[in-house]
């Protein structure tokens, strides 16, 4: 077997790892299994330590973020509190404006007739007294409609059209000026009544 050629050896990792590992043993004896095991354990025990002390600072850092997140939270819960009862005490206010208003008009309604003029309410809003003009009537809801009525007769108008309707429906009757006349109308929705006042 005369070749030119070296020899090619095909050897693994591992293998080459086990035959330094044997030569260390041979050159080092028998301390070699006791100083790499004892080196292990100390490494394992550092590793335990850095990892028990980084967990730990990672908590308290967390947990001070917590607080702090939690804290703002809570101060902006309790200004959307104190926001939410000055909105719920505004509209309070505001239904206790509408239910005093309503009882007011109420009222006029039902006020016996005396020798003095009478004020008319507008039938659009029926808040605000309707004032004469030349060739109508306006109201401060900005309400303005033609009628040639003087107040009295408006007012018998009024009457009886509401009246003429609740015989028929339980609704109310809804009062509406159309736009391209200038002329008050009422309708209702749920009888389909209409006329022109």
Same mark, same amino acid.
């Given at each position: +077997?005369?070749?030119?050629?070296?020899?090619?050896?095909?050897?693994?990792?591992?293998?080459?790892?086990?035959?330094?590992?044997?030569?260390?043993?041979?050159? +080092?004896?028998?301390?070699? %299994?006791?100083?790499?095991?004892?080196l292990?354990?100390?490494?394992?025990?550092?590793?335990?330590?850095?990892?028990?002390?980084?967990?730990?600072?990672?908590?308290e850092? #967390?947990?001070?973020e917590?607080?702090?997140?939690?804290?703002?939270?809570l101060?902006?819960?309790?200004?959307?509190?104190?926001?939410? #009862?000055?909105?719920l005490?505004?509209?309070?206010?505001?239904?206790?404006?509408?239910?005093?208003?309503?009882?007011?008009?109420?009222?006029?309604?039902?006020?016996?007739?005396?020798?003095? %003029?009478?004020?008319?309410? @507008?039938?659009?809003? #029926?808040?605000?007294?309707?004032?004469? #003009?030349?060739?109508?009537?306006?109201?401060? @809801?900005?309400?303005k409609?033609?009628?040639?009525?003087?107040?009295?007769?408006?007012?018998?108008?009024?009457?009886?059209?509401?009246v003429?309707?609740?015989?028929?429906?339980?609704?109310?009757?809804?009062?509406?000026?159309? %736009?391209?006349?200038g002329?008050?109308?009422? +309708?209702?929705?749920? @009888?389909?009544?209409?006329s022109?006042?």
């Amino acid at each position: +077997m005369n070749s030119t050629q070296s020899p090619v050896y095909h050897t693994s990792v591992e293998q080459k790892r086990h035959a330094q590992d044997v030569a260390r043993r041979q050159r +080092m004896g028998k301390q070699m %299994p006791k100083l790499r095991e004892m080196l292990r354990e100390k490494y394992r025990k550092r590793i335990v330590e850095t990892r028990k002390k980084c967990t730990d600072s990672n908590r308290e850092i #967390q947990l001070s973020e917590l607080r702090e997140i939690l804290r703002q939270e809570l101060t902006e819960l309790e200004h959307d509190l104190d926001l939410e #009862q000055l909105i719920l005490d505004e509209l309070l206010s505001d239904v206790n404006e509408w239910y005093a208003l309503g009882e007011q008009n109420l009222e006029t309604l039902y006020v016996e007739p005396d020798d003095q %003029p009478k004020e008319v309410l @507008c039938p659009v809003c #029926q808040m605000k007294p309707l004032q004469r #003009q030349k060739k109508g009537y306006l109201c401060e @809801c900005g309400v303005k409609f033609e009628h040639s009525a003087d107040m009295e007769q408006l007012q018998s108008l009024l009457h009886q059209q509401i009246v003429s309707h609740e015989v028929k429906c339980t609704q109310a009757l809804r009062f509406f000026i159309e %736009p391209s006349s200038g002329h008050l109308y009422n +309708m209702c929705g749920s @009888c389909d009544y209409f006329s022109s006042v």
